[in-house]
Nanobody
Framework: EVQLQASGGGLVQAGGSLRLSCVVSGLSFDEYAIGWFRQAPGKEREFVASIRSTGTRHYADSVKGRFTISRDNAKNTVYLQMDNQKPEDTAVYFC??????????????????WGQGTQVTVSS
């Protein structure tokens, strides 16, 4: 059984930083892309960032230059470093895994399973 455990969320002031972690078990971690999505109340789940097995990174325009995704294959863990945070970053953040083509990198339907999410709240 594949499990994804996201952690690291919390309350931060605008301009502050948080680092999220996603520990994955039950699969050959280094063979999959790992993605981060987020969902705010009343909104659809939206793509944040992903990192492929090759290390190639993709970011949503809204977080480029502020967020950095990285992976440690030895620890089966993906990190999302979030800097210069804004109130609009407030959401529940989920990690997921899959093998989406480049054209579908931001489509949540192309990923296979999801963790429980971690709440990030950015105050103004």
């Amino acid at each position: 059984e594949v499990q994804l455990q996201a952690s690291g969320g919390g309350l931060v002031q605008a301009g502050g930083s948080l680092r999220l972690s996603c520990v994955v078990s039950g699969l050959s971690f280094d063979e999959y892309a790992i993605g981060w999505f987020r969902q705010a109340p009343g909104k659809e789940r939206e793509f944040v960032a992903s990192i492929r097995s090759t290390g190639t990174r993709h970011y949503a325009d809204s977080v480029k230059g502020r967020f950095t995704i990285s992976r440690d294959n030895a620890k089966n863990t993906v990190y999302l470093q979030m800097d210069n945070q804004k109130p609009e970053d407030t959401a529940v953040y989920f990690c997921t895994f899959g093998r989406p083509a480049l054209s579908g990198i931001s489509n949540p339907a192309l990923y296979y399973a999801w963790g429980q999410g971690t709440q990030v709240t950015v105050s103004s």
